[in-house]
Nanobody
Framework: QVQLVESGGGLVQAGGSLRLSCVVS??????MGWYRQAPGKQRELVAN???????NYAASVKGRFTISRDIAKNTVYLQMNSLKPEDTAVYYC?????????WGQGTQVTVSS
């Protein structure tokens, strides 16, 4: 049984930083990603990482966010710096791709201005 457990969300002032973690159990996936969904908006890709290190970022977070993974711990991270109020959303960890993969329960990130 695959489980994804996220942690690290919270309330932070604009310009601050947060680090999200997602521990995966039950299987190993080549592609891991972080998505987010703000109120009234569709879920969108924030960043993903494929295999050992190829990564992709949404244009809105490029240069501010960094995705990484610890294969030994089967954990993926999202380091978020220079946070903006528009980054406020529920952040979801995904394993295996958005169409047929698995999702975490989500963690709230709130950035105050």
């Amino acid at each position: 049984q695959v489980q994804l457990v996220e942690s690290g969300g919270g309330l932070v002032q604009a310009g601050g930083s947060l680090r999200l973690s997602c521990v995966v159990s039950g299987s190993i996936f080549s592609i891991m990603g972080w998505y987010r969904q703000a109120p009234g908006k569709q879920r969108e890709l924030v960043a993903n990482i494929i295999g050992g290190g190829n990564s992709n970022y949404a244009a809105s977070v490029k240069g501010r966010f960094t995705i990484s993974r610890d294969i030994a711990k089967n954990t993926v991270y999202l380091q978020m710096n220079s946070l903006k109020p528009e980054d406020t959303a529920v952040y979801y960890c995904n394993a295996g791709g958005p169409d047929f993969g698995y999702w975490g329960q989500g963690t709230q990130v709130t950035v105050s201005s």
